[in-house]
């Protein structure tokens, strides 16, 4: 009976590590919903320069987290270059501002269009942080069409974004330059989300992990270990910022944990426990609580969805895992993303399930 248990354990164990195993390459599937067609990349393998072993070591990091511990999850929004009017703005406002509820499960936050910045912080009032979506750190000049730190924090922000992948690639904003940001942001008294994330040439290298890593070390520079308490990360794999494709919460996951494995290097384990990492790049109402219920994703920067009351408010009012029907919803949350090979993550749910149950019993024996 013995011999017949380890052969079973072993078979479920064999077959989930190699359905599950972040570093294959597999197939990239499309998802269709009723309200949007979001392709899911399992592509995970991370980066060229880190050990096999990384995975494991980076998910230990903050891996016991509860989702309302010591990271409370950031919803927020980036309006980028929209709505097109003031009028526009406000409706949008105040469908948001209506969404956020007494249960919302996180902090919300939304980045607006400088001309909107006041109207949208008087119609949300303490309900959503209102941010800026850039930040010159020239604080004062002939720097035509500049924005300073100073000027938004005068007027009540004290959120900015800072190398977001469009600033970087479209106006070409260097790793120095965006440092330069974060630390007059911290200089100020504010406070910054630092966005960082590999193009789809990089992915396909396997290059993510090591991107993030020096995106991360170099906009960072500067900022000491007491700051560390006005900063968030958001991890945006550029390949899938309005592209309709979305990285498998496993994938993210991944990347979230290493990112987190360099904040301990960097600051500490405590420090690298209580920063909040984002995931940004097609967030929707459908793939929402499938990322958010990974231990090492803290929250979402949403683009496109943010610019529907409706889309937006179900991202602000995710599921929060460990809920009654979570299995059951888990299952058919995944039920229609085919992995490796034809074979389901619902299987996968079964096998895992399935070799718990059997150690458990073997445990008995």
């Given at each position: 009976m013995k011999f017949s248990l380890f052969s079973v354990l072993g078979l479920a164990i064999g077959t989930s590590a190699f359905?599950?195993?972040?570093?294959?390459?597999?197939?990239?599937?499309?998802?269709?919903?009723?309200s949007t067609t979001t392709t899911s990349i399992t592509t995970a393998s991370i980066t060229s320069s880190t050990p096999s072993s990384t995975v494991a070591t980076a998910g230990a990091i903050g891996s016991s987290t509860q989702l309302f511990g010591k990271r409370k999850p950031?919803?927020?929004?980036?309006?980028k270059l929209n709505p097109a009017t003031k009028a526009e703005a406000i409706s949008l406002a105040?469908?948001?501002?209506?969404?956020?509820?007494?249960?919302?499960?996180?902090?919300?936050?939304?980045?607006?269009?400088?001309?909107?910045?006041?109207?949208?912080?008087?119609?949300?009032?303490?309900k959503v942080t209102v941010g800026a979506e850039m930040v010159t750190p020239e604080m004062k000049g002939a720097f035509t069409g500049g924005i300073s730190p100073s000027m938004l924090?005068?007027?009540?922000?004290?959120?900015?974004?800072?190398?977001?992948?469009?600033r970087r690639t479209i106006n070409k904003e260097s790793d120095e330059y965006i440092n330069a940001q974060c630390v007059k942001l911290i200089e100020n008294g504010m406070s910054v989300i630092l966005c960082i994330g590999e193009t789809i040439d990089e992915y396909e290298l396997n290059l993510a992990g090591a991107i993030c890593e020096v995106q991360l070390k170099k906009g960072l520079s500067g900022i000491s270990k007491e700051d560390m308490?006005?900063?968030a990360i958001a991890y945006e794999p550029v390949w899938a910022i309005g592209t309709g494709k979305v990285a498998t919460p496993e994938f993210a996951q991944t990347v979230h944990a290493q990112i987190r494995e360099t904040l301990a290097e960097m600051y500490g384990k405590d420090i690298a426990d209580t920063t909040r990492i984002l995931y940004g790049g097609s967030v929707s109402p459908d793939s929402v609580d499938g990322l958010l219920a990974k231990?090492?994703?803290?929250?979402?920067?949403?683009?496109?969805?943010?610019?529907?009351?409706?889309?937006?408010?179900?991202?602000?009012?995710?599921?929060?895992?460990?809920?009654?029907?979570?299995?059951?919803?888990?299952?058919?949350?995944?039920?229609?993303?085919t992995s490796v090979n034809g074979q389901t993550k619902k299987d996968t749910g079964k096998l895992g399930r399935l070799k718990s149950k059997l150690k458990s019993v073997f445990a008995k024996k």
């Amino acid at each position: 009976m013995k011999f017949s248990l380890f052969s079973v354990l072993g078979l479920a164990i064999g077959t989930s590590a190699f359905v599950s195993n972040p570093t294959q390459k597999l197939v990239s599937t499309t998802t269709t919903s009723t309200s949007t067609t979001t392709t899911s990349i399992t592509t995970a393998s991370i980066t060229s320069s880190t050990p096999s072993s990384t995975v494991a070591t980076a998910g230990a990091i903050g891996s016991s987290t509860q989702l309302f511990g010591k990271r409370k999850p950031f919803i927020t929004g980036n309006w980028k270059l929209n709505p097109a009017t003031k009028a526009e703005a406000i409706s949008l406002a105040q469908d948001i501002a209506a969404s956020v509820q007494a249960d919302s499960p996180g902090d919300v936050g939304l980045f607006v269009p400088f001309p909107f910045i006041e109207t949208v912080m008087k119609i949300c009032g303490d309900k959503v942080t209102v941010g800026a979506e850039m930040v010159t750190p020239e604080m004062k000049g002939a720097f035509t069409g500049g924005i300073s730190p100073s000027m938004l924090k005068s007027i009540g922000v004290q959120w900015a974004l800072a190398g977001h992948s469009e600033r970087r690639t479209i106006n070409k904003e260097s790793d120095e330059y965006i440092n330069a940001q974060c630390v007059k942001l911290i200089e100020n008294g504010m406070s910054v989300i630092l966005c960082i994330g590999e193009t789809i040439d990089e992915y396909e290298l396997n290059l993510a992990g090591a991107i993030c890593e020096v995106q991360l070390k170099k906009g960072l520079s500067g900022i000491s270990k007491e700051d560390m308490s006005r900063v968030a990360i958001a991890y945006e794999p550029v390949w899938a910022i309005g592209t309709g494709k979305v990285a498998t919460p496993e994938f993210a996951q991944t990347v979230h944990a290493q990112i987190r494995e360099t904040l301990a290097e960097m600051y500490g384990k405590d420090i690298a426990d209580t920063t909040r990492i984002l995931y940004g790049g097609s967030v929707s109402p459908d793939s929402v609580d499938g990322l958010l219920a990974k231990p090492d994703i803290d929250g979402a920067l949403v683009g496109g969805a943010s610019l529907s009351g409706e889309s937006f408010g179900r991202i602000i009012n995710f599921k929060v895992s460990g809920s009654s029907n979570d299995e059951d919803s888990d299952e058919e949350h995944v039920a229609s993303e085919t992995s490796v090979n034809g074979q389901t993550k619902k299987d996968t749910g079964k096998l895992g399930r399935l070799k718990s149950k059997l150690k458990s019993v073997f445990a008995k024996k």
